[in-house]
């Protein structure tokens, strides 16, 4: 069942990073409930595969997706936050590096809030 996840999520993320070029404002409709279903019950992978996404529709989208980006901001960080805190052996180099990557990506994430002045979204949240 995961993998068979993986690969539908993967499918569902290169989908929309393609209509996102081609739909434009007409895509915004449908993100809510692609973006629900991509953020349940995923991993610290699944995470850093969905921000480049997020950062499109941030950058295409910019203030129309702002209050979208409000609801949705906290579920991001809340997951991204949750995978940094699990315990893990630090032998592991791949899930170091995992971890470390996931970092970044939040990182990219704020940056594209910040760079396409969206950062009321940040401000919003109280």
Do not use: W
């Not at 569902?12 to 991509?38: F, N, T, W």
């Amino acid at each position: 069942v995961t993998i068979q996840r993986e690969h539908l999520h993967s499918g569902v993320r290169q989908y929309l990073h393609r209509m996102i070029i081609c739909l434009g404002d007409e895509l915004l409709k449908y993100i809510p409930m692609a973006v629900s279903l991509l953020l349940k019950d995923c991993q610290s992978h699944d995470i850093q595969e969905f921000i480049p996404l997020i950062n499109q529709l941030i950058t295409k989208y910019q203030s129309k997706i702002s209050p979208f980006l409000q609801e949705v901001f906290v579920p991001v960080v809340d997951n991204i936050i949750t995978c940094l805190n699990k315990p893990y052996d630090p032998q592991d180099t791949e899930e170091l590096r995992d971890r470390v990557n996931l970092q970044k990506s939040y990182y990219l994430f704020i940056n594209s809030l910040a760079v396409n002045e969206v950062t009321c979204v940040i401000a919003s949240q109280g």
